[in-house]
C-alpha cells in the first residue's frame, strides 16, 4: 500500500510520523473520511474544504491550497490501483516540544490512505441497525466546536464502546442539554408523518457531508425536512430513522434502547433515500483518470 506523507508516496512500512508529533500527544489535529466509487471521488471539494475549515478553525495553517491537496487525494487512490474505497486523510499540528503549545510545533504533517473499507455486515443494510442511548454526552459547543473534525475522537470512542456493551451495533449521543445530538459516528435522520427532521449543527452534530446530500436529496425527492432539536421522544415514536456518514452511506435503524421504530423494518422513504443516494455517489464526483 502506498501512503501519501508530506508531499510523498511512500510505502506503508516508511511512512512514519514522529512521537513528538502534537497530533499523538495531544490530538491536535483534523482529519477527513472520503469515498471513491467507479474512480470518481465523492463530494472531493467539499472535504477538502471542510478539512481546511477544520483546520482554520483550530488556528492549524496549511502549506497547501485546497487543489493542491484535492490533487493529492486522487494521486493516493491512483497510487494504489483502487477502483473503489475509502480515503482519510489526516492533518496533525506536526513534531514539537512536551508541551501542549503548538507554537512548538514548525510545521504540520499530512498523511493520506486510500483503501477499503467496511463499517457494517450487510444484514444491517438489509434489517436495520440497533442503536442504544449512550451515557457519554457530546462535547458543548463551546467546549469542542462541533464542525471541526479533529483528532480528539474519545468521547465518541467511550459512547462506542457503550453501544457495542450493550449488544448494540451503534449509540446515539445528547448533548448537555438531553437534546440529540448525532451517533458517535453518524448524522441520525428521523421521518415523522412524511417529514424528514435532523438535530441542527448547534445542538452537537457534525456538518457531515452525507448529511448534506440527503438535505439535498430531501428536495429532489419532494420530501419536506427540518432541522430542529429533537428528544428520544421523537426517535421513539417516529416511523422511520436512518443514520448517514461517508463510510456507513446510508443505513436504516430498527430500534432505539429496545423499543422497535415504525414497524421495525426498514422504511419506504428511507429506501428512497438509500436508492437515491446510491445512484448519485455511484454517478459523480471527480474523477481519478
Ligand atoms: N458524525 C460523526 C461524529 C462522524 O465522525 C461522522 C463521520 N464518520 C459523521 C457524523 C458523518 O459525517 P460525513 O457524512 O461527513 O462522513
Redesign the pocket.
Known sequence: MKIWLDGKLVEESEAKISVFDHGILYGDGVFE?IRFYNRRVFRLEE?IK?LFESARAIALKLPWSEEEVCQYTIDTVKANGLDDGYVRLVVTRGAGGLGLSPYLCETPSMFIIASTIKLYPQEHYDNGLSLITCATRRPAPGALMPQV?SLN?LN?VMAKIEAIQAGAVEGVMLNEQGYVA??????IFLIKDGRLITPQVSDG?????????ILELADQLGVPYEERSMTRYDIYTSDECFL?????EVIPVKSLDQREIGDGKPGEVTLRFISAFRELAGSTGASID
Open positions: 473520511g472535504h471542510r473534525k475522537y465518541n448525532e451517533c458517535t459516528g453518524d448524522n452534530a457534525l456538518d457531515g457531508i452525507t448529511r448534506r446530500v448517514t456518514g461517508t463510510a456507513a
